[in-house]
């Protein structure tokens, strides 16, 4: 088992990284539930309420692969190390 560096121990490590993958599953559920919708005729009737519960039985057991969660925390890790901006100077 590897150690954590001090920025993964970080609580900002592990909030964002939660927040990426959430957007990241929920994203790949969107749109394959409008893929499996379709764009035909009856796909027009389809209320925003029918649509919600049409992608959660759809899409249910969909999961991040473990290469999304590398990509993931080495995204989030690239942004805990940025150097903070400093202020923003305005001309005089």
Do not use: W
């Not at 929920?26 to 209320?47: H, M, P, Y």
């Not at 999304?68 to 923003?88: E, K, M, N, W």
């Amino acid at each position: 088992m590897k150690n954590k560096s001090p920025i993964e121990e970080s609580p900002q490590y592990s909030e964002l990284k939660a927040r990426f993958s959430r957007f990241l599953l929920d994203f790949r559920k969107e749109n394959l539930a409008k893929q499996l919708a379709g764009e035909d005729e009856s796909s027009d009737d389809i209320t925003l309420g029918d649509f919600q519960s049409f992608k959660a039985r759809m899409t249910e057991g969909l999961e991040l692969t473990e290469y999304d969660l590398d990509r993931i925390h080495h995204r989030v890790v690239t942004v805990l190390c940025r150097p903070q901006a400093g202020p923003v100077q305005q001309d005089e």
